[in-house]
């Protein structure tokens, strides 16, 4: 699954650690959900959407 | 907003597990010492012993405890996948060094070393998160 995260959270100029405590993860989650390594369960990903105040097909994309 | 509940379930995974291991090298210590003095009664060495095997099943329940109480689902994967490779590692050594004492080729040994060797995987299954996700595992 590809996602925006990377370029969502530069345009509002917060770090990983920034994303990460907003979140309620830790900053190694945001860099593997950043990275491809890891795809965020439903409720995590509707917590990033809600944050970014777009709806998850926004964010995330099928490969 | 900066409190995480990920962590707070690593300290308190830290804090059991440094109680646990007090109670488990102070009896180990004390009772080897005691027997040497031969100052250990059978029904004293019985009970030092259980001590000793209980502190390691609390490590596991400890563990076991660390997997509900971390809220930060990438975590989770990564000490779930690092207890699994864990096992596998000490279980198939196990297995193996099982067959080769059972044909004497290799020395039997005391059941109380796949326990550590299960604890040596997981360090192994630590490398294996590095390696597949970048990331050691621990909470920073």
Redesign the interface.
Known sequence: MNNRLKVLRAERSWSQQDLA??L??????V???E?G??D??LP?AFTIADLFGLPIEAIFSRD | MSSNPSRAAMKRYVWRLMTVMAVYVTALIGGQLAMKAELLGPQAAIAIALVCGLCIVLTFVIMGRLMIETQDEFVRLLFVRQTLIASGFALSLAAVHGFLSDFDIIARIDAYWWPVLFFVGQFVGQVANRVQYGTWGALK
């Open positions: 405590d907003r309620g993860v830790s900053r190694q989650s860099n593997a959900i990275t390594r890891y965020p369960s995590l």
